[in-house]
């Protein structure tokens, strides 16, 4: 069976979404080493900030680049579904990922993913 269009551009969103992960970390890692000398609650508050950017983003960057490689499945498609959900609720990717989740409920999609309809 073809690859749906949807799935194409499903798999485009996830590395625009890994790359804004590891955006996250880098931002992380240069507000850390900007802000090393502690002297201030702003720079402390800042560092612990930044430090929480570097793993969020190593995780989720990392799982976005995983998730396209899961096998075409009931389940899978699910969890594409909540993938695409989640980034709808953004306000920077919500126009990309609106019409994507529009699109993952076509009959073509589902049924690429072994969805069979009326079941």
């Known amino acids: 069976m073809a690859v749906p269009a949807a799935v194409r551009w499903y798999r485009a969103y996830c590395v625009l979404l890994a790359a804004l992960n590891f955006a996250l970390v880098a931002i992380g890692v240069l507000v850390v080493y900007q802000n090393k000398g502690f ?4 720079q402390i508050v800042a560092a612990l900030t930044g430090a929480v950017f570097v793993p969020v983003g190593l995780f989720f ?3 976005t680049l995983f998730l396209p490689r899961l096998p075409a499945t009931k389940k899978s498609w699910s969890v594409h579904m909540a993938n695409i959900a989640f980034g709808a609720a ?4 919500a126009p990309v990922c609106i019409p994507l989740l529009a699109a993952w409920f076509k009959p073509e999609v589902k049924a690429y993913f072994g969805i069979v309809e009326g079941s």
């Open 39 to 42: 002297e201030t609650q702003t």
């Open 61 to 63: 960057g990392f799982t």
């Open 90 to 93: 953004s306000l920077v990717l």
